[in-house]
């Protein structure tokens, strides 16, 4: 029921215009670095750091690949700036701006946060403590803010949780609908996801569209009784994450086949236009892997269904290509018709 209430609102500032969905995720947002950042100072200030509880294993680390696949979900959305372009008054110098801060702000954020919260609990401890609150169906953030920044500030952070969790779904449904606008754009999709509203200016077809997919998504992961954060955030995060990286290695291989088809505009600039693009996609396709093969612990799954989930993506891509040829092929045709 909570969710369904979630996705209505969702649906509602989806189908309005963007400037109604950004003050909300603008506040949001504000609020929850706010809290985060009141923990990591009183972390600083007065670090206390305690033994592990009694009879806890101790462990030097978990699984490398659930740490990186991790690491990169958190940047999920940086790459939304482009996605906005034409719904900002001057893309040309805010898409590059905002780009660029959001991936500053977000490593130095979530890096210098971590950093607080090792120290909190002791370099020594904070794994074992960390399992003994997931055991125990705790939180340890909350736990760690409860016990420097006070109650209070435990309290208000527990409600920015949601409304965090809330902000995500919104963003990432501005984003797929905006994703379904451009498809619909290139006939890769239905031409009616391209329609905009007359009054919002927004993609309310394909907001329509995407709301739909959500409420038979989330209606088939509730009445099959799948444990939401177990079952489905690790393994639809991961499915996200392999997405995103191979969107990610295309784009980069794209840039530098762009550039080689247009030698006058790349002159002069050929570490931007090339040797940084290549070096991306080596790093890249070298954490896919990682990734890939260790797919099965990411998603806690059997192997035959984790296998299936690791190539969706792929197999999504694929056919995008092969729509996207089609489309190309019949629109040439059409155009020598003409002629």
Same mark, same amino acid.
């Given at each position: 029921m909570y969710a369904l209430l979630a996705l209505i609102l969702v649906a509602f500032l989806g189908y309005r215009h963007i400037e109604l969905s950004s003050r909300v995720l603008g506040v949001a947002l504000v609020l929850e670095i706010g809290v985060v950042l009141i923990m990591n100072a009183a972390i600083v200030w007065h670090p206390v750091p305690v033994a592990a509880p009694a009879g806890a294993e101790i462990v030097a680390s978990g699984p490398f690949a659930v740490a990186l696949l991790f690491a990169i979900t958190g940047f999920l959305g940086f790459e939304a700036t482009a996605i906005f372009r034409d719904e900002a008054r001057d893309p040309e110098k805010t898409i590059p701006r905002a780009t660029y801060g959001a991936v500053l702000i977000i490593g130095f954020f979530y890096a210098f946060s971590c950093w607080c919260v090792i120290e909190a609990w002791g370099a020594g401890s904070v794994t074992a403590i960390a399992h003994t609150y997931l055991d125990n169906g705790g939180n340890m953030v909350l736990?760690? $803010? /409860?016990?420097?920044? /006070?109650? #209070?500030?435990?309290?208000?952070? *527990?409600?920015?949780?949601? #409304?965090?969790?809330? !902000?995500?779904?919104?963003? +990432?449904?501005?984003?797929?609908?905006?994703? +379904?606008?451009?498809?619909?754009?290139? !006939?890769?999709?239905?031409?009616?996801? $391209? &329609?905009t509203h007359d009054q919002h200016a927004s993609p309310h077809a394909a907001s329509l569209s995407q709301t739909g997919m959500a409420v038979v998504l989330v209606g088939l992961a509730a009445w099959s009784g799948a444990d939401p954060l177990i079952?489905?955030? /690790?393994?639809? $995060?991961?499915?996200?994450?392999? /997405?995103?990286?191979?969107?990610?290695?295309? #784009?980069?291989?794209?840039?530098?086949? +762009?550039? *080689?088809?247009?030698?006058?505009? $790349? &002159?002069? *600039?050929?570490?931007? #236009?090339?040797?940084?693009?290549?070096? !991306?996609?080596?790093?890249?396709? !070298?954490?896919?892997?990682?990734?890939l093969v260790n797919f099965v612990i990411i998603t806690g799954l059997s192997a035959l269904v984790s296998t299936g989930l690791a190539v969706l993506p792929f197999c999504v891509t694929l056919l995008g290509f092969c729509l996207k040829n089609t489309v190309t092929g019949a629109a040439s045709v059409a155009d020598y018709t003409v002629r």
């Open positions: 736990e760690t $803010a /409860g016990r420097y920044a /006070g109650g #209070t500030v435990r309290e208000i952070m *527990q409600v920015l949780l949601l #409304t965090s969790l809330f !902000a995500c779904l919104l963003s +990432f449904h501005n984003i797929i609908a905006r994703y +379904f606008l451009v498809l619909g754009r290139e !006939a890769i999709l239905p031409g009616f996801l $391209a &329609r079952s489905v955030f /690790g393994s639809m $995060a991961g499915i996200s994450t392999v /997405g995103i990286i191979l969107l990610m290695i295309l #784009t980069s291989l794209a840039v530098v086949r +762009f550039f *080689q088809s247009r030698p006058d505009l $790349a &002159r002069g *600039q050929a570490i931007k #236009t090339m040797w940084l693009p290549v070096m !991306a996609s080596v790093v890249l396709v !070298a954490v896919l892997y990682i990734i």
